[in-house]
Structures are given as C-alpha cells and as structure tokens.
C-alpha cells in the first residue's frame, strides 16, 4: 500500500501542506484542535517521522530546567554532566522560565532539532508533549510535580520511604507532637513524603492532626511563615518534619524568631541534603536525595531510548536514606 503524501493528509485535514509539516515539526503556532486532527490522520495513514539517529545533533543531550539557580540545581547539572561525557555527549542547558521573541522551551528545542532532552522539576503539558512527539523529540521528567502522563519515563526518588524514615526516627527519640511542613499540595513529591509521615504515625499508634499540616511554595521565606502559625499555637509540636532542607531553614528562622532552641526546644529533620545541610547550626538531621545519581540517570536513560530501546519506558526510583545530624534530640 502507498504512503499517504503530505498533500494528501493535508486535503482530508482541511489544512495547507505548510500547516502539516508545522506538526510533524512540532511548530507552536498550529491550534491544538488542527494539530489533534493532523496527528490523527499521520498515524492512520502510517506516517513515520525521520528515525531519532539521523534527526538533530545527537552529541547533545538537553537539560531543561525551571532554574539554575541553588545547590538543587549544581547537582542536577553535575549529573547530568557526568553520565553525557561517559556517552562522549555534551549538555545543553535551557531554562523552562526564559521565553525568547515569544519563543518557549519547546519551540527552541525544536528549532534546533534536539533529539531528547531530561526535563528537570519541569512538567510538560498535553499540548507540549504532543509538539515534542510530533517532532520526534523523546523526554525523562526528573523529580516529576505530577504524576507523569502514561509512557512518559521518569527517574525519582523513594519520597513516601524518606518520609516515612524521617518521621519514625522522631519517634524513636520520644516524640509525638510532631508537625510536617509540605510543599505546594498538589505536588507528587511533596504529597509522597508526607504520606510516609502519616504512616509513620499511624503505625507508632499516633494521630495525626491535620492542624500540624501546612503547605508552601517550597522557599525559606514561606516555610519561616509557616512554621511560625505551627510554633505559635497553645500545645505546640515539639519536632518538625520539612519537606526540604529550604523549608527546613525557614523552621530554623522562625524558631529562632520565637526564642526557641534546636533541638532542645524543637527537633528538625529536613530532606535533600543539601550542602547547606551541614552547615546550619546546628547542622541538620535530613533525608539524603541522591540528586545527582538522579540526574545522571534521567541522562542515561534518555540516550537508551534515544538509541532505540523502548524497552526502557517507565519509572525509575533510587533510594533516600536518612542522615543523622545535630538539629534532633528527645523532647524536654
């Protein structure tokens, strides 16, 4: 059977020729109801989009990132470094924030013909990845806010274990009026690792008080605001579970704020570890994140798909562990 021409999926669509090869290219100026239908018809006529090896430069691996700012980030680009050299790649950085003469990270992929690319704490959207697939460009979400969308690979981290470890090591210190500090709440990382410190309650016998729950954006300045409605009120908690060590600073701050000690007044335990980390004083008690191995491997599993092995589709998680520190102690 012959292969439908463009012109020919170009008339049942309704479209110009130009308005086809804008979605096989995954151009940004097509509307979504057009590029819906165009797509539809490439793959009922079995349309195949030039093979991954022979599109873009394939020495360069893309990491998109929402910033580029932070230890978070170093490590993440260390990663990501490390595993594109041993592949004899280079990396290119992006930043998902950055729009250029009204150009987004997808156009400017795109345009320059990017084979793949490791987005890292960026969530694509169905209209993003459909451009990205149209124009054959394969993705690894790191770190993923949302649960990814079905075949998307993704590479994290065991948060609901982190979680869980955190918390059941302030019980094992004595404590039960223990608090949690989340990130925003509709976040797939943030709601993981306070899950695991729900059940570490619940599995030392504890209620857990939906009072001593709060939600943030993730900086120091909202978690410091946060934690202080937490130590403010009549029976306070005694210890705080930070769902990073950003928050874990703010709790620092507003202790501190409140004349409070750590961890004489008030145990913490934050999760990342970050290098900032350690050098808090008292240095803190934390969940590690092996960030960088993350990265590396978000990297080397874009170049298996990139070279072809499907097979390699999924979910990829590497293990926290807690690291004990100075920030926590029984309670008074």
């Known amino acids: 059977m012959k292969r439908a021409k463009l012109a020919d999926i170009a008339a049942a669509a ?5 308005t086809v090869s804008k979605v096989l290219n ?4 097509v509307s979504e109801r057009t590029r819906a239908r165009v797509l539809e018809l490439l793959e009922a006529a079995g349309y195949e989009r030039r093979p991954a090896e022979f599109a873009g430069p394939v020495g360069l691996v893309d990491l998109v990132m929402d910033g580029v ?3 978070w980030a170093t490590r993440v680009l260390g990663g990501a470094e490390q595993a594109a050299a041993e592949a004899g790649c280079d990396v290119v950085v992006l930043s998902a924030r950055e729009v250029r003469a009204g150009r987004d990270w997808v156009d400017r992929l795109v345009a320059r013909g990017s084979t793949g690319a490791v987005l890292a704490l960026v969530d694509p959207a169905p209209a993003q990845r459909a451009r990205l697939a149209a124009a054959g460009v394969r993705l690894v979400v790191l770190d993923p806010g949302v649960e990814p969308a079905l075949g ?3 590479v994290g981290a065991t948060n609901w274990a982190g979680g869980y470890a955190a918390v059941h090591h302030l019980l094992g210190l004595g404590h039960i009026r223990i608090a949690a500090l989340g990130g925003r709440e509709d976040q797939l990382n943030s709601r993981a690792r306070l899950d695991g410190y729900r059940s570490a309650l619940a599995s030392a016998g504890v209620r857990a008080r939906a009072s001593w729950v709060r939600y943030s954006d993730w900086s120091r300045a909202e978690g410091a605001r946060q934690a202080a409605a937490l130590l403010r009120v009549r029976e306070p908690p005694t210890a705080v579970f930070a769902c990073s060590d950003h928050l874990a600073r703010g709790v620092y701050q507003a202790a501190a704020d409140l004349g409070l000690s750590i961890p004489g007044d008030l145990s913490v335990v934050g999760f990342d570890d970050l290098p900032e980390a350690s050098w808090l004083t008292p240095a803190l008690t ?3 994140q092996p960030v960088r191995e993350m ?3 978000a990297v080397r599993l874009l170049l298996r798909l990139r070279s072809g092995r499907t097979e390699e589709a999924g979910r990829v998680e590497l293990s926290t562990s807690l690291v004990e520190r100075a920030s926590t102690a029984p309670p008074r």
């Open 14 to 18: 309704e479209v110009t020729v130009p």
């Open 26 to 29: 995954g151009r940004s100026d």
């Open 69 to 71: 700012e932070g230890s």
């Open 152 to 154: 998307l690979p993704s």
């Open 286 to 288: 934390t969940v590690r």
């Open 295 to 297: 990265a590396a491997e």
